[in-house]
């Protein structure tokens, strides 16, 4: 099995383990073989031009903005984290002092900043997926890859993390996963939702032997149908559990349109939509007012 390897520092405690591996821990940079002013790093040609269309989008007297969408490159080449010299590149290229790159690079999660796993899984603590079973799929994820939060598998291949709210809690629980393994040009950053541990642990699996895990909910490929796991499981809701009459009157198949035109009439009447109101009348001129007084 996996032994656990971890560059953060532990500090004798065991309180709550944070998202990523090591910015969260102390906001500071210690020089390490890996990570030093030696350690090289300049963009590949192929990069620079992904380089050249980011600053495009900015004016010339603001490349500062292209600072994020830069350090994303820079850590999708460099094995999903940012060495000291890939922050310094990036500030040479959008002409701010290297602190400016310093202050974001260790203030966003998403961004590393010591070696992780060819696979980043991020698993959502927050409380929606907490109480549909976040701690049961973290612990899953634990056992399995005998690993802790903020460690990595001694086969570099996963790094643990955890993080708040990624926006879908509508299919909690759920994870995350950043994929470094092409660098760049095949980097994709999934969902992977409404998750039981037995998902999750194959999750894990699948991307392990080169498989591509479905992506999205496990159990559904829009809104409906409805359900959510329970105990560890998917469970399905039934009719008397509460499927909208819409759903149940259509079978079991998504019905639509979920909108209509506001625009065209109503069915059996006239449009809702309100008249545009009447321009405002033009402002009296100096003599008319000098004439009501
Ligand atoms: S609480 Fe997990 S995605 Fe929102």
Redesign the pocket.
Known sequence: MAQASSSSPSFGCTSRSFATNSHDILNTHRHSPKNNWETPFDFTPENYERVAEVLAKFPTNYKQSACIPLLDLAQQQNDGWLSLNAMNRVAEIIEVPPIRVYEVATFYTMFNRSPIGKYHIMV?G????MLCG?RSISSAIKDHLKIDYGQTTSDGLFTLGEME?????VN???IAVADYTGGAQSFSYNYYEDLTPADAVKILEDLKGGKKPKVGSQYRDFAMPAGQVQGGKWTAASNKAGLTLAFEASGGKVPGPYCRNLDEPAEGGESKSAPPPPPPPPPPSKEGAKAKA
């Open positions: 959502c927050t409380t929606p997926c976040s709210c990624m926006g879908s809690c909690a629980p759920m």
